[in-house]
């Protein structure tokens, strides 16, 4: 059984063996060698080669014959093969021959090709590193043209989008270095020019503002279709483009168009040869004058760098602070007119900077920013404003800085800014316009009155009647039928203050205009000042007219005659203002003159003072009276009156007959009035306690003296009395002296109270001092009275005369 097992495994090691590659027999063979039947094997190895060989044998001799036919043609072939072999050898000569040139042809392809993929890499990477150089070297050059916005977007573009695509090499780190420096630089350097621009504009407000105020009073000329134009049109064409290239510029533009090319200017364009030109037509805009690219470069870089905000506090700051200083007024400003324009053209030439400013960028400045500022100038010009224009005494003056105020407003309000508190200022001005008005009109008013010669004017031609009447309105149907030459009854003082008090009137009319005041407020305004000027100026003037030193009598007549006519012109002056203010005079709200009591008063002040100065100058002739009171009694005939006495009446006939063209009343009460004083004077001499004796005889000499001042009374020196109504101006007087000398006590102490009575207006106390004056008389020539029976019995009398008079006078007061 083991034989049999042998067996079979020596027959599978022999299988293995000729299946298997002679590499990988050694461990079949090993197990052969291992085992005890390596023998048997052996055996049955040699067994298995020589039926091999057998069958080797027998294939071979099966195919010996064709192995022998291929052999014989093989044998054939060889002397082809030879020949085969001399021509492939002579062809391949041929070939290498002929391959020599083509190998150096292929070499020096093969180098070419070389050059050319060398070529294409080189160019690939200059492509990327080109543009890298080319917008470093613009960006150079942009530093050196000042061109900071478009420099600092070519670093932005060569830092994001250049340099990463070139790859590394030394030059794109060294410029990768140099950026941050680069963008320090312009962000510092734009800064500067911010700096100048805002100190250049400080310097240049004055020519901007005075540009915007002459555009505002051209519209302000120009018809309504083109006023109503937008007020945007005082910003000017290159003002427009500037917006226009600041909101296209970007890194596409080329870095052209964010900056000008004037961007190293201060930020003020040259513009005085076209202000000197006076042939052009049309004026520069505002901002033509301002060159705005140092606050759009700065605005734009800040912008990029991401400190938007710094730049907003920065600018804001520093315009505060210029608004403080531009609002600051010059101490002498109020002394002219120019010191005014050149404040208020520093204040719109700032406002007008930060409206455009506000318009062409986005949020540098707001509404509520500019509001702030505009509130913060209009406190401190209304505070200054006030302050200077109370030091200014000229109207005139006043006139131009209310124009120069409107114009102002009216400029800032074509920009957007509220004025109405600059016209309520003016309303509050007019008062003080008003009051210079005054002044300068109480000037006028004296000079007029000073170089009046208070007489009638004359007139010998119609156009000198005409250029009167044309400049007074005389309405006087019987002058004007009167021949040439003729006299107008005012003198020069009437057609000169109406005048005047027109010009006035124009003057009121010129502050009121441009105020944006109705019809009604200007009548208004115009008819309260006019009153004023009625009652308060030409009034005083009047009066001190009257009332000045060494005026005559015929003077102050003719101040009669002239406020006479002046009050009957007053109506004329309502129709006046009614026409040029379109209000009628009889409406509900219109003031009324009061020119009408104006001149009553003063020809009430002028009628008191004709009074007075009549009495003047009778006190005057009374001082003259040299009576002789011991005078003793006339014997026979009738006594003459004193000479002072007589002068006076002729003074007094003289005078009343300059009184014909006064007002009957006034010439009466004048006449009244004189009678009266010289009665009440010659009372007051008899009465006079420095005269303390009067005889009888000084009495008939005023006795004398009383019945000329009553002759002089009944012949009527001035019309318009009835009967004896004068003579009661001395009856006082003479009821006293016929009771003196008449000696009719007994009648006088018997009807005294009554009614009837004789000596009704003779006072007891008046009797007795003039009989204590007439017993001191007695008691004088007591010395010589004791040897004539006749005094002693009327020194008696006079004592119990004064007795009864006393007892009268007791009686009278219990």
């Known amino acids: 059984m083991a034989s049999v097992e042998t067996a079979a495994e020596h027959e599978r090691i022999l299988r293995e063996i000729e299946s298997t590659d002679t590499n990988c027999i050694g461990p079949t063979l090993r197990s052969v060698y291992d085992g005890q039947e390596h023998g048997l094997f052996m055996e049955k190895l040699d067994v298995r080669i020589r039926n091999h060989d057998r069958e080797i044998e027998k294939m071979c001799n099966h195919h010996f014959q064709g192995f022998v036919d291929s052999i014989t043609e093989l044998l054939k072939v060889r002397g082809e093969a030879q020949k085969l072999k001399s021509q492939v050898t002579e062809t391949n000569r041929h070939l290498q021959d002929d391959g020599k040139e083509l190998m150096g042809s292929m070499e020096e392809l093969q180098k070419c090709r070389v050059q050319q993929r060398n070529m294409a890499s080189t160019i690939d990477k200059l492509s990327h590193c080109l543009p890298v150089l080319e917008m470093y070297s613009r960006l150079?050059?942009?530093?050196?043209?000042?061109?900071?916005?478009?420099?600092?977007?070519?670093?932005?573009?060569?830092?994001?989008?250049?340099?990463?695509?070139?790859?590394?090499?030394?030059?794109?780190?060294?410029?990768?270095?140099?950026?941050?420096?680069?963008?320090?630089?312009?962000?510092?350097?734009?800064?500067?020019?911010?700096?100048?621009?805002?100190?250049?504009?400080?310097?240049?407000s004055d020519k901007i503002g005075e540009t915007a105020i002459r555009q505002a009073q051209l519209q302000r000329s120009l018809d309504s279709s083109v006023s109503s134009q937008s007020r945007r049109g005082l910003i000017g064409r290159r003002g427009r483009k500037e917006a226009a290239a600041v909101e296209g510029a970007g890194p596409d533009s080329g870095g052209q168009g964010g900056s000008p090319a004037s961007e190293q200017d201060s930020g003020i364009l040259d513009v005085g040869d076209e202000e000197e030109e006076e042939e052009e037509d049309e004026v520069p805009g505002a901002q033509d004058l301002v060159d705005f690219s140092p606050v759009y470069c700065c605005l734009h870089i800040y912008t990029v760098l991401g400190l938007r905000d710094v730049f907003e506090n920065y600018y804001r700051k520093q315009r505060r602070k210029q608004a403080r200083l531009v609002l600051q007024p010059h101490s002498n400003m109020h002394e002219t007119l120019e010191g005014y324009r050149r404040y208020f053209n520093q204040i719109a030439g700032f406002f007008v900077v930060e409206d455009h400013v506000l318009h062409t960028t986005q949020g540098l400045v707001n509404r509520a920013y500019v509001e702030e500022l505009w509130e913060l100038a209009l406190s401190k010009l209304i505070a200054a404003l006030r302050t200077h224009s109370s030091y200014c005494d000229n109207p005139d003056l006043v006139l131009d800085l209310k124009n120069l105020i409107v114009l102002f407003a009216d400029t800032l309000q074509g920009f957007g800014f509220p004025v109405s508190q600059l016209f309520d200022m003016l309303l509050e001005m007019r008062e003080q316009y008003g009051e210079i008005l005054l002044k300068r009109w109480n000037v006028t008013f004296r000079q007029v009155l000073d170089q009046d010669n208070f007489s009638p004017i004359p007139v010998s031609t119609e156009e000198e009647y005409k250029h009167y009447t044309s400049q007074f309105p005389v309405q006087d149907p019987e002058l004007d039928k009167l021949p040439f030459p003729k006299k107008l009854p005012f003198s020069q003082f009437v057609p000169k203050v109406y005048s005047q008090l027109k010009e006035f009137i124009y003057a009121c009319l010129k502050y009121s205009e441009d105020l944006h005041l109705s019809s009604t407020e200007v009548d208004d305004m115009i008819r309260k000042s006019t009153n004023l000027l009625l009652t308060r100026t030409l009034s005083h003037c009047l009066q001190y007219a009257i009332k000045k030193k060494n005026v005559g009598l015929a003077e102050l007549v003719q101040v009669i005659i002239n406020t006479t006519h002046l009050e009957q012109s007053c109506h004329f002056l309502e129709e006046f203002i009614s026409n040029i203010t379109n209000v009628p005079p009889d409406s509900a709200n219109a003031t009324k003159l009061y020119g009408t009591s104006t001149f009553k008063d003063a020809r009430h002040a002028a009628e008191a003072e004709i009074y007075t100065n009549l009495n003047a100058k009778i006190d005057q002739f009374l001082q003259l009276a040299d009576y002789d009171w011991m005078a003793p009694v006339p014997g026979g005939g009738s006594l003459e009156a004193s000479d002072y006495l007589m002068d006076l009446i002729a003074f007094l006939n003289s005078t009343f007959s300059v009184f014909t063209n006064l007002p009957g009343k006034v010439a009466q009460t004048a006449c009244m009035s004189a009678c009266k004083h010289i009665s009440t004077s010659l009372t007051q001499l008899l009465l006079d306690p420095e005269v303390r004796q009067i005889?009888?005889?000084?009495?008939?000499?005023?006795?004398?003296?009383?019945?000329?001042?009553?002759?002089?009374?009944?012949?009527?020196?001035?019309?318009?009395?009835?009967?004896?109504?004068?003579?009661?101006?001395?009856?006082?007087?003479?009821?006293l002296l016929e009771l003196f000398t008449l000696w009719d006590w007994s009648t006088y102490l018997a009807d005294y109270g009554k009614a009837t009575c004789k000596y009704l207006r003779v006072n007891p106390h008046t009797a007795l001092a003039l009989l204590e004056k007439m017993k001191e008389t007695s008691r004088k020539n007591n010395v010589f009275a004791q040897f004539r029976k006749t005094d002693r019995d009327r020194q008696k009398l006079i004592d119990a005369i004064i007795k009864q008079l006393r007892n009268l006078i007791a009686q009278h007061h219990t």
């Open 140 to 204: 150079q050059e942009q530093m050196r043209a000042k061109r900071y916005y478009p420099a600092l977007r070519t670093l932005e573009q060569l830092e994001h989008t250049c340099l990463p695509r070139a790859g590394q090499y030394r030059f794109c780190s060294i410029m990768a270095e140099n950026s941050p420096k680069l963008r320090t630089q312009i962000r510092d350097t734009a800064m500067t020019q911010l700096r100048d621009f805002l100190e250049s504009i400080r310097k240049h």
């Open 695 to 735: 005889s009888l005889g000084a009495l008939h000499q005023l006795n004398a003296d009383v019945k000329e001042c009553e002759g002089f009374a009944r012949a009527g020196p001035v019309a318009g009395f009835q009967g004896d109504t004068l003579l009661l101006a001395f009856s006082d007087l003479r009821q």
